[in-house]
């Protein structure tokens, strides 16, 4: 799902804002660029719905040191609601809730979590060369039974965007999240796109890692896209959970690589599908109070989806 997303999840929406994607994606991923050159809408007073969908299956892999393995599905779905205000300036509202079903055999336990995120963000564009974006928003993240308290996260942040030229942009800020049984994580955002020919564009960023889109026909109904970037989820566990686990935290980084192929009927939708392997990826465990109990990798494995994208 790169969406990317979940490193930080007010990322994405910041992305979108500016144009990049967020799913898939993760990004995130889909969406590439600010309205590049501000031009007015003809309908400047009219509110922009998307949906967002994405399932995303990660095959079997063979835990290193536990003895089992897991497999992994998950589930995303998303509305954006952008308000256009005064000049070209736009309010952006986002929730999406993602479930995840971790398929774990042997000696751990299968557990299955949610992350529900509603995201808020202010771009203010200066003019076709400079835009500036306010956000923020709150999270929750862990198993459907979790302390709610326990399980919720904050986020917020700044940016700017610089567009020197009608075919490269660059985008630089800060994000600030709160996380579960650790420290706020600070962290330097930076994102530059770059359109190389009349079929070829370049993204490398935090939010959905490097992306390489080429349009495949001449009207852009056909793309294909090559991506590889760093995916985390950190979860609070509820108190179902054995031992030390009770209230504990999940904590899963990973590192796909995938391969798409997206048609684009029309301006207004897209549908995706893509094939890939997640080259590394850790499961840490951690107690309620945050110390670590136990961490392992997995072997590499396969991983399909599919993903939408509707805006009306």
């Not at 967002?52 to 393995?69: M, V």
């Not at 956000?135 to 940016?159: N, P, Y």
């Amino acid at each position: 799902m790169t969406c990317t997303t979940h490193t930080i999840a007010i990322i994405g929406v910041a992305v979108i804002c500016f144009g990049a994607s967020p799913l898939l994606v993760q990004g995130d991923a889909d969406d590439v660029a600010l309205e590049e050159e501000a031009a007015p809408s003809a309908d400047t007073d009219d509110i922009k719905v998307t949906l967002l969908g994405d399932t995303e299956y990660t095959f079997q892999a063979d835990l290193d040191d536990a003895d089992g393995d897991v497999a992994v599905w998950r589930l995303l779905f998303g509305v954006d609601l952008d308000f256009p205000l005064a000049g070209q300036d736009q309010f952006r509202l986002s929730l999406t809730n993602e479930y995840s079903e971790y398929d774990f055999s042997g000696d751990m336990s299968s557990l299955s979590t949610v992350d529900t995120s509603l995201q808020l963000a202010y771009t203010h564009v200066i003019d076709r060369e400079w835009s500036v974006l306010g956000f923020g928003g709150v999270t929750f993240s862990g198993e459907a039974d979790a302390d709610w308290d326990d399980a919720v996260t904050l986020q917020g942040g700044v940016a700017g965007r610089w567009a020197w030229n009608e075919n490269a942009s660059l985008v630089a800020g800060i994000a600030v999240t709160s996380r579960i049984e650790d420290d706020i994580f600070v962290l330097p955002y930076i994102r530059f796109d770059w359109q190389i020919d009349d079929r070829l564009h370049l993204a490398a960023g935090v939010d959905d890692g490097l992306v390489l889109t080429y349009a495949i026909d001449e009207a852009g109904v056909w793309t294909a896209d090559i991506s590889a970037g760093l995916e985390y989820r950190r979860f609070r566990l509820d108190d179902d959970q054995p031992g030390r686990l009770t209230d504990g935290v999940l904590q899963d980084s990973r590192i796909p690589i995938i391969a798409g192929v997206s048609y684009a009927p029309n301006a207004n939708v897209t549908l995706r599908g893509y094939v890939g392997a997640v080259l590394w990826q850790e499961y840490e465990f951690y107690d309620s109070s945050g110390d670590e109990i136990m961490d392992d990798n997995t072997d590499p494995a396969l991983m399909l989806g599919l993903n939408f994208r509707w805006s009306f």
